[in-house]
């Protein structure tokens, strides 16, 4: 695995303001061939339950979903692939980019998952530099005009409440929905 100076050195790199979703230069079938080639590596490992599916609006491409019952953590496992820098990152439970998603992840796994991803020309980035606090160019909420904000969130229903705010973090900026 690289030294997470560099992992962090790299996510500041790819960080760029002017575009939030994915990179000036994202190249749609190359990402498409890495998330094919990551997803069946999971299968290879983990069996036919993996679900793969990409997403939309957001900052990271696609998801692979792992079972529980087949991850023999007790635990579902997520892995997410980036549309930047080609950052891969991976957790357990139902939460993405909370600090109880490194829950159960053994060292073999990661170990297994850097391979991988090395192999692929990948990077993975472990889910605790991801949490550390978001001090890159991009747009932040508190830059946005309070007027948009209260647009985009007025959507007639009542909010539920989800607990404390997180402080923006680097999972924010690379694996997010925009």
Known sequence: MLP???IRALLREFDDPQHLERPRDFDL?????????LTHALTERFGPS?????????????VIDVPAD???????LWVLLSNFGSFV??????DWGVPSAKEGLTEEFVTWLDGICTAQGLTFVPIELLL???????LADEEIP??????????????????????LAW???YFQYM
Do not use: V
């Not at 079938?29 to 080639?37: C, L, M, P, T, V």
């Not at 550390?132 to 991009?138: A, I, L, M, N, V």
């Open 132 to 138: 550390e606090p978001y001090d890159g160019p991009s």
């Open 89 to 94: 990152t991976t957790g357990t439970g139902d």
């Open 50 to 62: 993996c679900e793969s599916g990409l997403s939309q609006d957001a900052s990271y491409y696609g």
């Open 4 to 6: 997470a100076d560099r």
């Open 146 to 167: 309070a007027e948009l904000l209260a647009a985009f969130a007025d959507d007639g229903e009542e909010e539920e409440d989800e607990g404390p705010e997180l402080p």
């Open 70 to 76: 087949a991850t023999g953590l007790g635990r579902p």
């Open 171 to 173: 999972w924010d900026r």
């Open 29 to 37: 079938k190359a990402s498409a061939h890495r998330f094919a080639q």
